[in-house]
């Protein structure tokens, strides 16, 4: 099997980087050896393993029959889109990393696949190099999914750690993420829950069969969490995560990307820093977590590589994937329910309680630097119901929560 890598960033370089290091026991479980014919690039790279592959000219790969699969690791929705579409009509099989491309043109993309006897594969897209999208795919089919629910941003997940675990603010933990390279100079995609937002998109769409928009999916980020929420948070015997939530309730689905508070028996409490972990819940099988490095060079690599030899152990036939192009109508999710954390100001107590009626109130000592508040838990209630409670007092903050007051 010879191959092109399109883009030779992080990923398509550990994708080169993976296959020789394990090129000998890739071509046993492959059938045969996997070479990289060619590598795409604007840039020049003297002296470098891959100059002899380097190429300038997408056409260059795209009308060469010798190359039976083609890696996409570029990134962003034009040219990749374009130029994956060519390669599949082509007759070449695609393994991508790209979140952008599979959540706005999977379902078009695995069509063109699948009437070409080829395969459009993607697990690198949502988790890094942790197996998802194929257990969702091949595992997992006699489950119906009543829910899915990740930590799938490293970036947050470890802003969130350090405020946990140091006390430290949100610029600060932020400024240290980008420091470390797990965090973009502009950080917005990863903060504000649209990185998020895209692979819970690719996992609904995959767990319920049928198109889920990324921008049908209600997104909050975590720019509004301060170290204040983390000293209630410990109070409470509860960590802060960023969840990217898909779930099935009756005929109804939602799909919601917030912060929230969980307790140690919730299996996401104990992920930290740059890891990432997905929980599924059928309704025979009940809960299996997938866990893991959700990022890095490397990692995400191995998925990709993981990909081409399916690609190449399956040539001439197709992977099923149910993905249908009709879109799954979300319900609103103001329609969804959770319990609430709620911090408003200590002169605003007795109009709180009036408000939300029975709470459960969260006290703080002033030796840990709160004063002049009053925080509580409300029951169960949903989104609307909650909005409509807090427009009558002054909310500091409210973070959801997976338990609700007693």
Not at 285 to 290: A, E, I, P, S
Request: aromatic share 8%.
């Amino acid at each position: 099997m010879k191959i092109a890598v399109l883009g030779y960033g992080t990923i398509g370089s550990g994708v080169v980087e993976v296959l020789e290091r394990n090129g000998e026991s890739i071509a046993k479980r492959a059938g045969e050896e996997i070479t990289v014919k060619y590598v795409l690039d604007l840039r020049e790279f003297p002296g470098s393993p891959i100059e002899d592959m380097l190429v300038h000219e997408f056409s260059t790969i795209a009308e060469d029959e010798e190359v039976g699969c083609v890696v996409e690791t570029m990134g962003g929705i034009e040219p990749a889109y374009s130029y994956v579409k060519e390669c599949l009509l082509r007759g070449k099989s695609v393994c991508t990393s790209n979140k952008a491309l599979v959540a706005k043109h999977g379902a078009e993309l695995l069509e063109i696949a699948r009437q070409k006897k080829i395969n459009f594969l993607f697990e690198a897209s949502v988790g890094g190099g942790i197996p998802i999208i194929r257990p969702l795919n091949q595992s997992l089919t006699s489950e119906e999914i009543l829910e899915i629910t990740g930590i799938v941003n490293g970036t947050t997940n470890y802003i969130l750690t350090k405020m946990s675990q140091e006390g430290a603010t949100f610029e600060a933990a932020l400024k240290e993420a980008q420091d470390l390279g797990y965090a973009e100079r502009n950080p917005e995609a990863d903060v504000e829950g649209h990185d998020a937002g895209r692979k819970l998109a690719i996992l609904a769409s995959l767990s319920y069969g049928m198109q889920v928009d990324f921008e049908d999916i209600y997104m909050e980020g975590i720019t509004k969490i301060t170290d204040t929420d983390f000293k209630y948070a410990e109070v409470l015997g509860a960590e802060i995560k960023l969840l990217a939530q898909g779930k099935k309730v009756e005929d109804k689905f939602y799909a919601m990307v917030t912060p929230k508070m969980i307790r140690e028996d919730n299996p996401l409490y104990s992920v930290r820093g740059v890891f990432n972990s997905i929980l599924v819940k059928g309704n025979t099988l009940g809960d299996v977590m997938f866990y893991g490095s959700g990022a890095g060079k490397l990692p995400t690599a191995s998925a990709v590589v993981a990909d081409v030899i399916d690609a190449t152990k399956h040539w001439g036939t197709n992977i099923t994937t149910i993905w249908s192009s009709k879109k799954l109508a979300l319900s609103d999710h103001k329609e969804a329910e959770s319990g609430f954390f709620v911090r408003v100001p200590e002169a605003e107590e007795a109009k709180a309680r009036e408000v939300f009626g029975e709470v459960e109130e969260v006290k703080l000592s002033a030796a840990a630097g709160v004063v002049g508040e009053f925080a509580f838990l409300t029951k169960k209630m949903s989104e609307k119901a909650f909005e409509e409670k807090a427009a009558k007092v002054t909310v500091l903050n409210r973070i959801r929560t997976e338990w609700t007051a007693e």
